[in-house]
C-alpha cells in the first residue's frame, strides 16, 4: 500500500489521460455511429456501400492490430501520427462500426407508417431522419450504445500499446520500479470499475429522462386532442 500512496500522483495523472482518451474517443464514436448507422440505410449504393465495408473492416480486424497500423505502419506511407491521436482514432472508428449497427437497427425496427408519413408530408430523407426518426430511435439505442461506451473505457487500457501514459500504462511503471504487482493493479482494477459504473449510472438516468419526456409529450398530446374535441 506505501507504494500505492508514494505513487499516487502518477496514478492520476494516469486516471486523468484515460477518461480524456475515453471522452474523445467516445465522441468519435458517436459521430462514426450516426454518420455509418444511417449511411447504410440509404437507398444510394454509393453511400450504403462504403459504409458497410467500413463497418465490416472494423467490426473484423483487432482493435490492436488497427492501433498499431494507425501509429506503426501510418509513418511507412509519410503519415506520422501523435500517441493520443492514433488511440483515439482506432477507439473511436473500431467501436463506432460497432455502434453504427446499434443506430441502424434502432432506425430500422420503427414502424414503416412513420416513414410513410413524413414522405406525404413532403420531408427530405434528411429532414425526417432529424426531426423524426432519429428523436424516437434514441431510447432503442440508449441500453446497447451504453454498452459499447463501457467497453470502449475498458479498451483504454490497450492505449499503452501506442505509448500513451494512461492508467494501465503508469501501473506497469509503478510495477516496474517497485515490484508491486497485486495491490497496484488492484487499485487500479476498482479505478476502472468506477468509472464503469458510472458510465452505467449515466445510462441508466438518461433512459429515465427520455421515458419521462415521452411520457410528458404524450400526456400533452391526449389533452390536446381532449381540448379540440370539446365537452360532450
Request: charged residues 15%; hydrophobic residues 55%; positive net charge.
Amino acid at each position: 500500500m506505501s507504494a500505492i500512496i508514494d505513487y499516487a500522483p502518477l496514478l492520476w495523472q494516469g486516471l486523468l489521460t484515460t477518461i480524456m482518451v475515453a471522452i474523445l474517443g467516445g465522441g468519435l464514436c458517436l459521430v462514426v455511429a450516426f454518420a455509418a448507422g444511417t449511411a447504410r440505410l440509404s437507398s444510394h449504393r454509393i453511400v450504403r456501400w462504403p459504409a458497410a465495408v467500413f463497418v465490416e473492416t472494423f467490426r473484423g480486424t483487432s482493435l490492436i492490430v488497427q492501433m498499431f497500423w494507425f501509429f506503426y505502419a501510418l509513418p511507412f506511407f509519410g503519415i506520422q501520427l501523435h500517441p493520443l491521436t492514433a488511440a483515439v482514432l482506432a477507439l473511436g472508428l473500431n467501436e463506432g462500426a460497432y455502434a453504427a449497427e446499434v443506430v441502424r437497427g434502432a432506425i430500422s425496427s420503427r414502424p414503416r407508417g412513420q416513414t410513410e408519413a413524413c414522405i406525404a408530408l413532403g420531408m427530405t430523407p434528411a429532414l425526417r431522419l432529424r426531426r423524426i426518426i432519429i428523436p424516437q430511435s434514441i431510447p432503442a439505442m440508449l441500453p446497447p450504445l451504453g454498452n459499447v461506451m463501457v467497453d470502449l473505457l475498458k479498451n483504454t487500457s490497450l492505449v499503452s500499446l501506442v505509448t500513451v501514459a494512461d492508467l494501465t500504462f503508469r501501473a506497469q511503471m509503478i510495477r516496474s520500479t517497485t515490484g508491486e504487482t497485486t495491490a497496484i493493479f488492484l487499485t487500479i482494477l476498482v479505478m476502472y470499475f468506477v468509472l464503469s459504473s458510472l458510465l452505467a449510472l449515466l445510462t441508466a438516468w438518461l433512459e429515465r429522462r427520455f421515458a419521462l419526456d415521452r411520457k410528458a409529450k404524450s400526456i400533452k398530446e391526449n389533452v390536446r386532442e381532449l381540448t379540440k374535441v370539446g365537452p360532450l
